[in-house]
């Protein structure tokens, strides 16, 4: 699978995708008209500095794995952050339901 990222630089806005794109956004501020045939010169600088930027900033490790460990999931279940699901039931959480709620 292709990954697909942009770079805007100076007035230009350049898409990396299956087709690649190349905009003038002083020209063209809706990014209607891709200029990526024409000016493949352009395109070519672009595309190679956002090229550049993406070897510089990547990472090769491997990402961290989740911990499988019970006590360390039920730790980070207690810290009721933004990533729970939001549909949980109340009386799932512990919690009475508010009256009116389903």
Same mark, same amino acid.
């Given at each position: 699978m292709e990954r697909t990222a942009?770079?805007?630089t100076g007035k230009y806005l350049? %898409?990396?995708a299956p087709r690649r794109e190349l905009y003038d956004e002083a020209a063209d501020?809706?990014?209607?008209h891709n200029l990526a045939t024409e !000016?493949?010169? %352009?395109a070519d600088t672009v595309g190679d500095r956002l090229e550049t930027f993406r070897?510089?900033?990547?990472?090769?490790?491997?990402?961290?794995? !989740?911990?499988e460990d019970p006590a360390a999931? *039920?730790?980070?279940? *207690?810290?009721?952050?933004?990533?729970?699901p939001p549909?949980?039931?109340?009386?799932a959480m512990g919690r009475k339901p508010i009256q009116g709620q389903h």
């Open positions: 942009s770079l805007r350049y %898409v990396q501020p809706k990014s209607e !000016m493949k010169a %352009v070897q510089k900033t990547s990472s090769k490790r491997e990402a961290p794995r !989740m911990s999931q *039920a730790k980070l279940a *207690a810290l009721d952050t933004p990533c729970r549909f949980r039931r109340p009386e």
